[in-house]
């Protein structure tokens, strides 16, 4: 099939949440750019197997990832006598889409009287505007909230350590503001692991080596 030519934006909070797997990541964002194209996304397992090369029940496991996580939402719709799929990323978008794909000729939205006709036009509009309404400021957390949240994930991260190495640099992450402290503190957390994971490595390796300096030697004894 030819592949589509337009954009796909992943926002940060999908592309940094370690509990989706790449795939959906990437299967989130072709949603999106559906969505941002028509309204709403129509598109079946079948079309997204058949883009990305991958059977539908891969597909579908990457579906219900993302609606778990709260991403989309999947509901159903007769169109034109049809059971329709329709995939959505935003709740707004989601409830004009419901009303918009119903049987009826006219839909009310707000104050509006609107037709099927310019519906998508106004859900892309929604699109285009959501930010302005859901975009929210960084906040930086306090040690008792960086403390209560290592607990949580068991990383044993230092929450004063982390604290305060970023109050020093501004909160940022390298040259770029800070925008999800939590997502941060779970890549502090995989360096933690790696380095543990060398050092004990490491260990093995000097007591192996200190092993067979003591056998050398007690064979030439």
Known sequence: MNQPNYYAIIPANVRYDNDL??????????????????GYCWANNEYFSNLYQTTERTIM?????????????????????????????DRHVIEVTKMSLSDKNVTKVGDKNVTH????????????????????????????????YCLERK??????????YYEANGWKVGRNPMKDWKATVRY???????????????????????????????RGG
Not at 72 to 86: A, E, L, M, S, V
Not at 157 to 162: G, Q, R, T, V, Y
């Open 21 to 38: 797997t790449p795939n959906s990541k990437l299967l989130y964002g072709e949603i999106s750019a559906l969505c941002n194209q028509e």
């Open 61 to 89: 496991r990457n579906l219900n990832q993302l609606k778990e996580k709260g991403y989309i939402d999947i509901f159903y719709q007769t169109i034109d006598g049809n059971k329709t799929r329709i995939i959505a990323t």
């Open 117 to 148: 006709n310019n519906t998508s036009k106004i859900i892309k509009e929604i699109n285009n505007n959501k930010l302005l309404f859901t975009k929210k400021s960084f906040k930086k957390p306090t040690i008792e909230e960086i403390k209560d």
């Open 155 to 164: 990383n044993n991260i230092d929450a004063e350590s982390f604290y305060d």
């Open 188 to 218: 502090w957390e995989k360096n933690n692991k790696k380095r543990e994971e060398h050092n004990s490595t490491y260990q093995e390796k000097i007591i192996s080596q200190q092993d067979k300096a003591r056998e050398e030697f007690l």
